[in-house]
């Protein structure tokens, strides 16, 4: 299962823009433990308002039980 929200609609279209990109994915992967593929996962992003959007995500913090 895979859950993306933010607290306001410029963080869920953040979440949203992280999980449409791979690259964002493999950036926050790069810490990951041999087995993570067999863990829980949680990614903490952040992004900046930009005028009227949000700017792009950016990887705060990954959990992984």
Known sequence: MVTAAGITKFGTAAA???LSEPNYMEQALKSAPKDWDRKNLQILISTQLVGESSGPPRVVAT???
């Open 63 to 65: 959990y992984f039980w």
């Open 16 to 18: 949203g823009e992280f």
